[in-house]
C-alpha cells in the first residue's frame, strides 16, 4: 500500500518562506512515479496544481507561483518538497501532493493510478 505524507505547514507573515515535504511509503517511491505535484484548495476554491515534477526532472509550475515556489525531490529519501517563498494570503490553502502511476496525467484526473497525501495546511497572513 502506497502512502504519501505531507508536512511543513504552518502559518507564516506575508513575505515569509515554508518548505514542504511529502514523503512516500509502502510499494510507492518518489522514482518510481512516472510524475507528481503539489496542489492546493483554498476555502471555497477548486483544487488547483501549482507545481509539477516529470520523472525526467522537467518542470512546470502555475502563473500565479511562478518563479516563487520550486518542486523538487530526493529520490534517496523518497521525498518530494515544495518550497515556497514571498508568501501572500492568496497562498493560503491545503496543500497535497499527488503521485501519478505509469503515466503523466492531466490536473483533473480523479482516476486510481494517482495517489494522494492527507494534505498540509498553509497560512500566510498580513
Known amino acids: 500500500q502506497v502512502r504519501l505524507v505531507e508536512s511543513g505547514g504552518g502559518s507564516v507573515q506575508v513575505g515569509g518562506s515554508l518548505r514542504l515535504s511529502c514523503a512516500t511509503s509502502g510499494s510507492g517511491s518518489t522514482y518510481s512515479y512516472a510524475c507528481m505535484s503539489w496542489f492546493r484548495q483554498a476555502q471555497g476554491k477548486e483544487r488547483e496544481r501549482v507545481a509539477f515534477?516529470?520523472?525526467?526532472?522537467?518542470?512546470n509550475y502555475a502563473d500565479s507561483v511562478e518563479g516563487r515556489f520550486t518542486i523538487s525531490k530526493d529520490n534517496a529519501e523518497n521525498t518530494l518538497y515544495l518550497s515556497m517563498n514571498s508568501l501572500t494570503p492568496e497562498d493560503t490553502a491545503m496543500y497535497y501532493c499527488?503521485?501519478?502511476?505509469?503515466?503523466?496525467?492531466?490536473?483533473?484526473?480523479?482516476?486510481?493510478?494517482?495517489?494522494w497525501g492527507q494534505g498540509t495546511q498553509v497560512t500566510v497572513s498580513s
Open positions: 499527488a503521485a501519478d502511476r505509469g503515466a503523466c496525467y492531466s490536473f483533473n484526473y480523479r482516476g486510481n493510478l494517482r495517489d
Open positions: 515534477l516529470y520523472g525526467s526532472g522537467g518542470t
